[in-house]
């Protein structure tokens, strides 16, 4: 029966059930890694939230002379550096003379940033202390979970009095805890486990960096730094990509500084201040095993290179088995239904047409580890060719800026069967690479698909020094065009444009809109025409502007029965002939009438000289008042247009 109950107590300790203890003489906790686990030492090595107190007291001691004691409410604890993996088994005595309020025991895992990771695992301590002045024992236990730096051990009160003693933490590391396989395969840092001796690390002026083959965690090698000194490997990477490395590491003396760092750099090599990240290596060495730590940080705007160093201020720092993984930014996805080849230059200028001089370049990568540079004048540009099912919309988003501005574009162009421009969308490229942010700026340009497009070009040109690209991405969306247009032109009959259309194949067309503008940007409707509807024969339209302006632009709007429309592409005509602009008498004495097949809503009168003498507004009459103007030669323009007449005044 004595031997039934023994294993019984023991079941119930393992299972974590709190258990009365009468009294204990044993003490000991081999290999506890709480530091003043039972008080003797005060308070010394935990810490406490602001406003609680804490301290000792000699009447509920379990193990030694004193016991910890919170009166009133707050938390105290103590941090223990642990590796992912590790299994964390506590025992604590604890007690409190009010089980109305709130006591707990917590184990809090944290990453090397600080972060907590997952929530906290809670034990509450409900035990009433009575007159025999023992304390109750609570056990816990869990398994650290991927990413932890460290474990924390809390204690919680709500009030009242919270009695502990007698606390014991032991950390049982994973049995294999070293990725050999990601370490070999790691494609970021090269010679991860130091087995071909120190190659492709760089180290700082008289460190002191090689291997020795005692501290191996993978292979039969480890780093070793001796004394002071830095060594470190640069990794090319865009903005916004999140950086993870974990490495072994361990020293002879934690009185010394040892870090991991990561520190990014812009594309001038200039260090980001704003994203360094450093965790601090002290750990000291036991039975020649290294420590696993974490390091993490996200590449901040403009970075396109990250240092993972190490860092000794003395006495030794032995490092192996380092593992890298990189996450690039969203804006790296996958573009979905993207008709470009290698649209990020991951395969040199394949699948570009160039003029000019194109390299690639990782400086300038947004996405993945090239981008594109253009120096000089020229031009680069691919064709995607349009299939029946092809949508009606497109978008093109890019990535771009220039070392100097100097004309530097991005254009759609769309092109017909034969290779003529039916149309373009055309973008400014405005971003400098070292202006604000220093980098690559996003760039979209959308529009409609003109009837009669074959090909869809992308043109990227610069009149002189670089433009600088990346990231690239076509899609097309919406119905399929209504109307295949075969033919569109405008030409000039007398003072008249007379514009004709030919159509190939039509489709729940429903009407052709004959839109007129002077500027590009803003477009009237001049007349709407009904189209065929369903046709697979050549059918033609027209129409005349009987009273066209100096400057025409024309194009039509193709209007499917469920409202869906394309745009054709654009024609000008120009009438620069006397019966577009008339101004009399000249010479004039003080007045002059101006007459125009257009509104004139302006009238500004220039000296020879080009400066800008009178701007007015014509009176109900059309006629102008130049009585404040001396005698001389003038020129007459109106609406802001493009035609001026000569004007001669005589007094």
């Keep these: 029966m004595r031997n039934f109950t023994f294993l019984f107590f023991l079941l119930l300790l393992n299972v974590g059930v709190a258990l009365r203890a009468d009294a204990t003489n044993n003490c000991g906790c081999d290999n506890n890694v709480l530091t003043n686990a039972s008080f003797e030492n005060g308070t010394t090595g935990w810490s406490t939230s602001s406003g609680t107190k804490f301290g000792t007291d000699d009447a509920y001691e379990m193990c030694g002379s004193n016991n910890g004691l919170i009166t009133g409410s707050g938390s105290v604890w103590q941090d223990v550096s642990v590796e992912a993996g590790s299994q964390i088994n506590l025992s604590v005595y604890g007690g409190t003379h009010n089980n109305d309020e709130t006591h707990q025991f917590k184990l809090i895992f944290y990453n090397a940033s600080g972060n907590q990771i997952g929530d906290a695992i809670v034990k509450s301590m409900n035990f009433e202390v009575g007159s025999g002045h023992q304390l109750q024992l609570y056990t816990m236990s869990a398994t650290a979970p991927a990413n932890t730096a460290k474990v924390r051990f809390l204690l919680y009160s709500s009030g009242n009095y919270f009695k502990v003693d007698a606390a014991c933490m032991k950390v049982t590391p994973p049995a294999n805890p070293v990725d050999c396989d990601c370490v070999n395969s790691n494609q970021y840092i090269k010679n991860a486990s130091f087995e071909d001796g120190i190659n492709f690390w760089s180290k700082s002026n008289g460190t002191n960096f090689g291997t020795d083959d005692a501290y191996e965690m993978c292979g039969s090698k480890n780093g070793l730094i001796t004394g002071s000194g830095s060594v470190w490997q640069d990794i090319n990477l865009v903005a916004g990509a999140k950086v993870e490395v974990t490495a072994y590491g361990g020293t002879h003396n934690t009185g010394e500084t040892h870090q991991f760092k990561l520190t990014f750099y812009d594309g001038a090599g200039n260090k980001i201040n704003s994203g360094d990240a450093v965790v601090d290596m002290n750990y000291k060495v036991v039975d020649s095993k290294l420590k696993q730590f974490s390091i993490s940080a996200t590449a901040p705007a403009g970075a396109v290179k990250v240092r993972f160093s190490l860092y000794s201020s003395g006495d030794y720092f032995k490092v192996d088995a380092i593992c890298t993984k990189i996450t690039e930014p969203a804006i790296c996805q996958d573009c979905n239904g993207n008709t470009l080849q290698n649209p990020s230059f991951e395969n040199g200028t394949n699948n570009w047409n160039v003029t000019g001089t194109l390299t690639v370049e990782p400086t300038y990568a947004v996405c993945g580890v090239n981008g594109a540079k253009l120096s000089g004048a020229g031009k680069f540009w691919q064709d995607v060719e349009l299939q029946t099912t092809t949508g009606n919309q497109v978008s093109l988003t890019i990535y771009a800026a220039y070392s100097s501005a100097n004309s530097q574009k991005i254009q759609l162009v769309f092109l017909s069967e034969a290779q003529a421009e039916l149309g373009q969308i055309t973008k400014d490229v405005t971003k400098a690479l070292n202006s604000g942010t220093w980098g690559l700026e996003k760039y979209t340009l959308t529009g409609t698909v003109p009837a009669g497009t074959r090909y869809v070009r992308v043109l990227l040109s610069s009149n002189g020094n670089s433009l600088l690209v990346d990231?690239?991405?076509?899609?097309?969306?919406?119905?399929?065009?209504?109307?295949?247009?075969?033919?569109?032109?405008?030409?000039?009959?007398?003072?008249?444009?007379?514009?004709?259309?030919?159509?190939?194949?039509?489709?729940?067309?429903?009407?052709?809109?004959?839109?007129?503008?002077?500027?590009?940007?803003?477009?009237?409707?001049?007349?709407?025409?009904?189209?065929?509807?369903?046709?697979?024969?050549?059918?033609?339209?027209?129409?005349?502007?009987?009273?066209?302006?100096?400057?025409?632009?024309?194009?039509?709007?193709?209007?499917?029965?469920?409202?869906?429309?394309?745009?054709?592409?654009?024609?000008?005509?120009?009438?620069?002939?006397?019966?577009?602009?008339?101004?009399?008498?000249?010479?004039?004495?003080?007045?002059?009438?101006?007459?125009?097949?257009?509104?004139?809503?302006n009238v500004k009168v220039y000296a020879q000289t080009g400066a800008l003498v009178l701007n007015t507004a014509p009176d109900s009459a059309s006629e102008v008042d130049l009585t404040k103007l001396s005698q001389g030669t003038y020129y007459v323009k109106i609406n802001n247009g493009p035609l001026m007449r000569k004007l001669l005044i005589v007094r």
């Design 471 to 601: 990231n690239a991405c076509l899609t097309f969306s919406g119905p399929p065009l209504p109307v295949t247009l075969s033919a569109f032109s405008a030409r000039k009959e007398g003072g008249v444009a007379q514009l004709a259309w030919a159509t190939t194949l039509e489709s729940n067309s429903a009407y052709f809109e004959v839109q007129h503008s002077q500027d590009g940007k803003n477009w009237a409707v001049l007349t709407q025409i009904e189209a065929k509807g369903e046709s697979k024969e050549l059918e033609t339209y027209s129409y005349t502007h009987t009273n066209p302006m100096a400057v025409n632009l024309y194009r039509l709007k193709m209007v499917d029965l469920d409202q869906t429309f394309a745009y054709s592409a654009i024609k000008s005509l120009t009438f620069d002939g006397q019966e577009q602009l008339n101004v009399f008498p000249n010479p004039t004495v003080d007045r002059i009438r101006v007459s125009s097949n257009q509104q004139i809503t």
